[in-house]
């Protein structure tokens, strides 16, 4: 093997080793079991957090497919007025993070909130004691609540898939005698179930990474409890444990997916014909606008729209907060720093693949990329307390080499900038990897050839050849990185240095004081800088490249 093929082989196999080593050391955590503490999770911890999470989990997966479905089906099948707005629309609500959409509704549906507040004045009521609606509070608002947010994973998925179909194929259904309703149930929906099953799966995933809504929705799941045993109890072996608890559903999740799709076979003319939508009139064309508004104005309109209201009440009174600024350059400056070195990373990681294409070495090079991603499927608690034990470890060594020299003992890693950055850019390298490994299919070959025999090496090849083809792909990887790490809450409240707040850890102080007025404005500002991957892909129509099924942009937790 070449030597330069050795070298960047070997260096993704280090970060691999890297981003491997959270579910290392959880693994090795697991290993050192303790049966008191085991005895203490499973008595009163274990029980309660995991069957809400399974109740959540279940309860979400249900509602996001069959929102995300029909509303995919809506606009794909039928043709009415609004429907290209909606078409795009109904992806707003990934631009809104889980926690920021429960910490608004708690204003909006308190009991002296406007909502409420309205209903009592058209109901004739003059207090919350005559009259009050149901607390948000429980398990099925934090179910309902994340499905509004996170059903746009299965609407992308599949309505990329109805958009695909073959019209044949329901033209067939429909001369058999099936109406509308047949043809949906036993055509189409057979045909998507691949599809519904990938964005179900990454429901779920996100489901699992939330932390913000289920604490302010008072359902306590396996990551509040893996958060309040760390934080609360300092008990970082107890955290482990439930973390290893967690990461074992994460990969059933993933199997789960994998064997529902496993005898999944279709076949069909090289180029069918796509679906025609069916033109709807009158009220029913009305009906079919009411229908798909409905989950844009209770995942998007109402949040967004009571966000700007008290941001523009706070700027009007008092301006924004000197603390609030400094959290906004906090949050920028962590964002650029994980986006560098994301994009840094999975070049090389993209390029150890490419370079060892076709030769004895191509299987190491895919496991490296394998292992290299393998952050996205981990929630970002998860992967902090991951890698709270080998950074611990490490800390007590080099404390340790400190004093042998005379120095005094003192963390040097552990409570620093540089260790967030780390977890963040392990959470969302897949997302880089993707982006890049993308772009870098469509290089052809034969430039790697000419640029060899003009006696370019491999890094000047990659420099003067493949970056500059890659600038749309590394543009598109850097956006959805950086507006990640702004939003991203669970790893930073866990990894952050002493008195450093992030606009997401602003806002989750400022709802646990219940002070919301304080958090609007952090809350629409990331809000805003999750719209710009949103636009970007309804500019693109959200259409996937041929015989590929995307998977939208992280909605961030």
Same mark, same amino acid.
């Given at each position: 093997?070449?030597?330069? @093929?050795?070298?960047?082989?070997?260096?993704?196999?280090?970060?691999?080793?890297?981003?491997?080593?959270?579910?290392?050391?959880?693994?090795?955590?697991?290993?050192?079991?303790?049966?008191?503490? $085991?005895?203490?999770?499973?008595?009163?911890?274990?029980?309660?957090?995991?069957?809400?999470?399974? &109740?959540?989990?279940?309860? +979400? %997966?249900?509602?996001?497919?069959?929102?995300?479905?029909?509303?995919?089906?809506?606009?794909?099948?039928?043709?009415?007025?609004?429907? @290209?707005?909606?078409?795009?629309?109904?992806?707003?609500?990934?631009?809104?993070?889980?926690?920021?959409?429960?910490? *608004?509704?708690?204003?909006?549906?308190?009991?002296?909130?406007?909502?409420?507040?309205?209903?009592?004045? +058209?109901?004739?009521?003059?207090?919350?004691?005559?009259?009050?609606?149901?607390?948000?509070?429980?398990?099925? %608002?934090?179910?309902?609540?994340?499905?509004?947010?996170?059903?746009?994973?299965?609407? =992308?998925?599949?309505?990329?898939?109805?958009?695909?179909?073959?019209?044949?194929?329901?033209?067939?259904?429909?001369?058999?005698?099936?109406?509308?309703?047949?043809?949906?149930?036993?055509?189409?929906? /057979?045909?998507?179930?691949?599809?519904?099953?990938?964005?179900?799966?990454?429901?779920?995933?996100?489901?699992?990474?939330?932390?913000? *809504?289920?604490?302010?929705?008072?359902?306590?799941?396996?990551?509040?409890?893996?958060?309040?045993? $760390?934080?609360?109890?300092?008990?970082?072996? %107890?955290?482990?444990?439930?973390?290893?608890?967690?990461?074992?559903? +994460?990969?059933?999740?993933?199997?789960?997916?994998?064997?529902?799709?496993?005898?999944?076979?279709?076949?069909?003319?090289?180029?069918? @014909? /796509?679906?025609?939508?069916?033109?709807?009139?009158?009220?029913?064309?009305?009906?079919?606008?009411?229908?798909?508004?409905?989950?844009?104005?209770?995942?998007?309109?109402?949040?967004?729209?009571?966000?700007? $209201?008290?941001?523009?009440?706070?700027?009007?009174?008092?301006?924004?907060?000197?603390?609030? =600024?400094?959290?906004?350059?906090?949050?920028?400056?962590? *964002?650029?720093?994980?986006?560098?070195?994301?994009?840094?990373?999975?070049?090389?990681?993209?390029?150890?693949? @490419?370079?060892?294409?076709?030769?004895?070495?191509?299987?190491?090079?895919?496991?490296?990329?394998?292992?290299?991603?393998?952050?996205?499927?981990?929630?970002?608690?998860?992967?902090?307390?991951?890698?709270?034990?080998?950074?611990?470890?490490?800390?007590?060594?080099?404390?340790?080499?400190?004093?042998?020299?005379?120095?005094?003992?003192?963390?040097?890693?552990?409570?620093?900038?540089?260790?967030?950055?780390?977890?963040?850019?392990?959470?969302?390298?897949?997302?880089?990897?993707?982006?890049?490994?993308?772009?870098?299919?469509?290089?052809?070959?034969?430039?790697?050839?000419?640029?060899?025999?003009?006696?370019?090496?491999?890094?000047?090849?990659?420099?003067?050849?493949?970056?500059?083809? &890659?600038?749309?792909?590394?543009?598109?990887?850097?956006?959805?990185?950086?507006?990640?790490?702004?939003?991203?809450?669970?790893?930073?409240?866990?990894?952050?240095?002493?008195?450093?707040?992030?606009?997401?850890?602003?806002?989750?102080?400022?709802?646990?004081?219940?002070?919301?007025?304080?958090?609007?404005?952090?809350?629409?500002?990331?809000?805003?800088?999750?719209? &710009?991957?949103?636009?970007?892909?309804?500019?693109?129509?959200?259409?996937?490249?041929?015989?590929?099924?995307?998977?939208?942009?992280?909605?961030?937790?």
């Amino acid at each position: 093997m070449p030597a330069s @093929r050795t070298r960047w082989l070997l260096a993704a196999l280090i970060i691999a080793a890297v981003a491997l080593a959270p579910v290392l050391s959880l693994a090795w955590a697991g290993a050192q079991v303790r049966t008191d503490l $085991w005895q203490h999770l499973l008595a009163s911890v274990l029980p309660r957090a995991a069957t809400n999470t399974l &109740l959540v989990l279940g309860g +979400v %997966g249900a509602l996001v497919a069959v929102i995300g479905t029909g509303c995919a089906w809506l606009v794909t099948a039928y043709d009415f007025p609004g429907r @290209r707005l909606l078409s795009w629309a109904l992806l707003l609500p990934l631009a809104v993070p889980t926690y920021i959409v429960a910490y *608004a509704y708690l204003d909006l549906l308190h009991p002296l909130g406007p909502v409420q507040g309205a209903l009592r004045w +058209v109901l004739g009521h003059d207090s919350p004691r005559d009259w009050r609606l149901p607390d948000i509070r429980h398990l099925a %608002g934090c179910i309902v609540l994340l499905a509004l947010v996170l059903y746009p994973y299965v609407y =992308l998925t599949t309505r990329a898939l109805f958009a695909t179909q073959a019209a044949s194929l329901l033209e067939a259904g429909r001369s058999l005698g099936a109406g509308p309703v047949a043809v949906f149930f036993r055509v189409a929906l /057979p045909l998507a179930r691949p599809a519904i099953a990938v964005g179900v799966v990454l429901v779920l995933l996100e489901t699992l990474n939330d932390i913000g *809504a289920s604490e302010f929705l008072g359902v306590q799941t396996l990551t509040v409890a893996i958060y309040t045993t $760390w934080v609360t109890r300092s008990d970082l072996a %107890g955290a482990a444990q439930i973390a290893l608890s967690m990461l074992v559903i +994460v990969l059933a999740l993933v199997a789960l997916e994998r064997f529902a799709r496993r005898r999944q076979r279709y076949e069909t003319t090289l180029r069918p @014909r /796509p679906m025609q939508a069916q033109r709807l009139r009158g009220g029913r064309a009305v009906l079919a606008l009411g229908l798909g508004s409905v989950p844009v104005l209770a995942g998007f309109a109402a949040p967004a729209g009571y966000l700007m $209201w008290e941001a523009w009440q706070r700027l009007r009174s008092d301006g924004a907060s000197a603390q609030l =600024l400094h959290a906004l350059g906090n949050t920028l400056m962590i *964002a650029l720093l994980t986006t560098a070195a994301a994009l840094l990373l999975a070049v090389v990681v993209c390029w150890a693949v @490419r370079r060892n294409a076709r030769s004895r070495s191509e299987l190491l090079a895919g496991i490296a990329n394998r292992s290299a991603s393998l952050g996205y499927a981990i929630p970002g608690t998860v992967m902090a307390i991951g890698l709270l034990l080998p950074l611990g470890g490490l800390d007590r060594m080099l404390s340790d080499l400190l004093i042998s020299f005379g120095g005094q003992a003192r963390l040097v890693l552990m409570g620093t900038l540089w260790v967030l950055v780390l977890a963040c850019t392990l959470r969302f390298l897949a997302v880089a990897i993707g982006s890049i490994e993308a772009g870098m299919s469509r290089i052809p070959p034969s430039l790697d050839a000419a640029s060899a025999a003009l006696g370019e090496g491999p890094l000047a090849t990659l420099g003067r050849v493949h970056l500059p083809l &890659l600038r749309p792909s590394l543009a598109a990887a850097a956006l959805l990185v950086f507006v990640d790490t702004m939003k991203e809450l669970p790893a930073t409240l866990v990894l952050r240095p002493m008195n450093f707040e992030t606009l997401a850890t602003w806002l989750y102080a400022e709802a646990a004081r219940g002070t919301y007025e304080e958090g609007a404005l952090a809350a629409l500002l990331i809000v805003l800088a999750g719209l &710009l991957p949103v636009i970007a892909l309804a500019r693109a129509g959200g259409q996937p490249a041929a015989g590929q099924v995307p998977a939208p942009p992280r909605a961030g937790q």
